[in-house]
């Protein structure tokens, strides 16, 4: 630990990649996600200038909903988009079922006009929108929830409780960026449980869970082994680990068809000044530049 405290202040990371680690417990009625999001956060702090306020919302948000991807197909892929309800705050966050995943907060400059984002959890209120992309379905799958003021952790239950009636709770990490989500299974899904016992509230299985999972976050332990093994420990059945990892699939040839599409209606002159022969455009996601010259579109257009 010491070797690596030197090593990241010397600016080196020593990260390893995100994973969510997925467990059950042995009577079988909850599901557990532990989300060891650490490299991950940092990588989305180095792909983005963001104020202080943004990368409360932005880490909350994606500690909180990226336990999503828990419900993806293969090959399916999500989008979550929050519009704040003065419109101040949009954040996008988008997941593929491979465990890539890439998210943005607007505007980048945001200052919290209320305490919100100070000691407190950042809170939202406003619309949820998601978009679900399914192999063979042409066109994806969009639905659409209105959420009162709620701390960003709880945005995911809301989610899990209206879209798929499961009851969930997310406790997301005070000191390092993780969380853990639990999921009570629906009746249905429980296989091996007796009918005349009672089955635990999800209350009461989060406190008997609270000394493991704070026990991980307080060390904000990385080690893939340990975390298993935290839980295997504790009569936990592993059912099986995702890598998430920041990736930006932008492409120079969308950035110029969305441009191009503007000189068509609006005319060159539109995106560029008088005597002006270039211009730069940069993706919200990675912060990645593309150039692009007055002639591209002279040539290509019709102006
Ligand atoms: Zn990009």
């Known amino acids: ?63 909180s909903l990226l336990h999503t991807v828990n419900f993806l197909k293969p ?46 959890r950042p809170k939202f209120q406003g619309r949820l929108r998601t ?10 799958y969009n639905t659409i929830l209105e959420v009162p003021e709620i701390p960003f952790s709880d945005l995911a239950n809301v989610l899990f409780k209206e879209s798929y009636q499961f009851e969930s709770r997310i406790i997301i990490s005070p000191t390092s960026d993780q969380s853990v989500m639990l999921l009570k299974l629906p009746r249905s899904e429980i ?14 299985f989060e406190l008997s869970l609270r000394p493991i ?45 969305a441009l191009f599409n503007i000189t068509l209606s609006q005319g060159v002159h539109h995106l560029f000044d008088e005597g002006q022969t270039t211009i730069e455009t940069e993706c919200d996601y990675c912060g990645k530049t593309y150039g692009f010259s007055r002639d591209e579109f002279l040539i290509n257009g019709k102006h």
Do not use: W
């Open 213 to 257: 999972y704070e026990d991980l976050f307080h060390i904000g332990v990385q080690d893939y082994e340990i975390i298993s093994q935290k839980f295997i420990n504790h009569s936990f059945e592993f059912l099986g680990s995702k890598e998430i990892t920041f990736q930006c699939h932008c492409e120079r040839s969308r950035f110029f068809d």
């Open 75 to 120: 090959l399916e892929a999500f989008g979550i988009y929050l519009d704040s309800s003065d419109q101040s705050l949009k954040v996008k966050i988008e997941i593929s079922n491979s465990g890539t995943m890439r998210a943005v907060v607007f505007p980048k400059n945001f200052q919290s006009s209320n305490n919100s984002a100070g000691t407190n």
């Open 131 to 140: 978009s679900k992309l399914t192999p063979n379905e042409k066109a994806p």
């Open 1 to 63: 630990m010491c070797d690596q405290s030197l090593l990241a202040n010397l600016g080196v990371s020593m990260l390893t990649n995100s994973r969510i680690f997925s467990f059950m417990d042995h009577n079988k009625e909850f599901v557990i996600h532990f989300f060891e999001g650490q490299k991950l956060i940092h990588d989305l702090i180095l792909a983005q200038k963001l104020s202080p306020d943004n990368f409360l919302f932005l880490r909350d948000s994606v500690l």
């Open 191 to 204: 296989k091996e449980i007796s009918d005349h016992r009672n089955s635990t509230s999800l209350n009461d």
